[in-house]
């Protein structure tokens, strides 16, 4: 198996929040004692159902999904999180209730993590963090409610174009019935949308 190294820098953590924010160099050494990195390998769980999510997870290489089975064995995708991205059950988080979900590795992913305590910490000794989490929970949100949408109005062609457009860096990094998953039809299904895009695109070239 292929080794990955462990980032033990948050770097990437602080230069994703100083898209939206300036930080100085207090805050940063705040984001590096209270943010901690871990390696999860390909397949291992990141958060399992029935236990409680503790962390907010902080992708800094690999992808994580989040995902139901159902009674019948049926995999139902949430959520991918590759690089630069947020991934964690928001409810469990902050009721300290049992998950309904998995959360687990699809690649050998580093994250950064932070805990309940250290989150609430930031939020008291520095009022912008708690902009920042507001603005991604806000946007976690309406991405929800899109997805929601999506899945009660649009066809499956509507829902992979959208995937393509949310996810393009994962198109190829994602096996068919990871995609499957996501979208709600099976592989085969999936294999014939696909296939009918590169017949379309093909015979739009001059």
Same mark, same amino acid.
């Given at each position: 198996m292929k080794q990955v190294i462990l980032h033990t820098s948050a770097e990437p953590l602080i230069a994703y929040f100083e898209k939206s924010f300036?930080?100085?160099?207090?805050?940063?050494?705040?984001?590096?004692?209270?943010?901690?990195?871990? +390696?999860?390998?390909?397949?291992?769980?990141? !958060? &399992? $159902?029935?236990?409680?999510?503790?962390?907010?997870?902080?992708?800094?290489?690999?992808?994580?999904?989040?995902?139901?089975?159902d009674e019948r064995g049926n995999t139902y995708?949430?959520?991918?999180?590759?690089?630069?991205?947020?991934?964690?059950?928001?409810?469990?988080?902050?009721?300290?209730?049992?998950t309904a979900l998995n959360i687990d590795a699809l690649e050998d992913t580093v994250v950064l993590q932070i805990t309940y305590d250290d989150l609430i910490y930031l939020y008291k000794h520095v009022p912008k963090f708690n902009l920042i989490f507001?603005? +991604?929970?806000?946007?976690?949100?309406?991405? !929800? &409610? $899109?997805?929601?949408?999506?899945?009660i109005s649009s066809t499956a062609e509507e829902r992979y174009l959208s995937f393509l457009e949310l996810y393009p860096h994962l198109s190829n990094r994602l096996s068919q019935v990871q995609i499957a998953a996501f979208l709600g039809v099976t592989p085969e299904f999936l294999s014939k949308l696909r296939n009918i895009r590169t017949k379309t695109s093909k015979a739009q070239k001059p």
């Open positions: 300036q930080l100085t160099d207090g805050e940063k050494e705040l984001v590096m004692a209270k943010f901690h990195s871990r +390696l999860f390998r390909k397949k291992q769980y990141v !958060l &399992q $159902e029935g236990n409680i999510c503790t962390h907010m997870n902080f992708v800094v290489r690999g992808c994580l999904r989040s995902y139901k089975v995708i949430l959520q991918f999180a590759s690089e630069d991205n947020w991934i964690n059950d928001l409810g469990s988080f902050h009721s300290m209730k049992p507001r603005v +991604l929970v806000e946007n976690a949100y309406i991405r !929800l &409610q $899109e997805r929601i949408l999506q899945n």
